[in-house]
């Protein structure tokens, strides 16, 4: 099926700074939205986005909608301790009622 | 208040018992989902329901059998249990079956010994 790849996998960064991550597809996505788990914990809508070149904040949180509807970006602004997390991205297809989850980023905050 | 909750946390189980997950949703949504978390945290669908009705049902064995008594309330009930039905399932409603923003229960740790 429908595959979303996630880069990076993990990333280990600082205290304020920033973060950027990416996520895939091979084929067009019609919405791409951003969640993020934390341990123990179910995933948590962070943004959604639903039109092609789409630019939505939240916060320290912006995320876009590729222009060729095949990818999607996260940045984070001056990460802080509560940052950390794994990061998912999904979208869905074309064509396709259901919600396909990319594979995770995982952030951690070195002191 | 909980938007989505789910019980149990937690539930150890040995191979071959039956078992059942609860979930419950106060958001007013019409649809609800389960998915499964494996242990390299990847997402995967197995159901959705929209107001009591079944409409997407993944390739998942038949020992895993979804009911849905109200639109607020989705229960997994799994027969058979395997090794390999050990993971993190997640409940999970949205508005409608055409909104995709969707909200997640706390997850139930499943595991079979």
């Known amino acids: 099926g429908q595959q979303l790849n996630q880069s990076p996998q993990s990333m280990f960064i600082q205290e304020g700074e920033d973060v950027s991550m990416n996520c895939t597809s091979s084929s067009i996505f019609n919405t791409w939205l951003w969640y993020k788990q934390d341990p123990g914990e179910g995933p948590v809508l962070l943004i959604a986005?639903?039109?092609?070149?789409e630019l939505t904040s939240n916060g320290r949180l912006t995320a876009q909608f590729g222009i060729t509807r095949k990818d999607s970006f996260l940045n984070i602004s001056a990460s802080i301790p509560s940052d950390v997390g794994i990061y998912f991205c999904a979208g869905r297809p074309f064509g396709n009622e259901k919600l396909t989850f990319g594979t995770g980023t995982r952030l951690t905050i070195i002191p | 208040d909980t938007a989505v909750s789910q019980t149990p946390k937690y539930l150890v189980t040995q191979m071959g018992n039956d078992k059942s997950i609860k979930c419950e949703q106060n958001l007013g949504h019409d649809t609800m989902y389960w998915y499964k978390q494996d242990s390299k945290k990847f997402l995967k669908i197995m159901f959705s329901y929209n107001n009591k009705e079944l409409i997407i049902n993944e390739t998942v064995p038949n020992r895993f059998s979804p009911k849905s008594p109200d639109k607020a309330h989705l229960n997994l009930h799994i027969n058979s249990l395997e090794l390999g039905d050990s993971a993190v399932y997640f409940c999970a409603s949205s508005q409608d079956p055409r909104s995709y923003e969707q909200y997640f229960g706390p997850g139930t740790r499943l595991t079979v010994t």
């Open positions: 986005l639903y039109k092609a070149g």
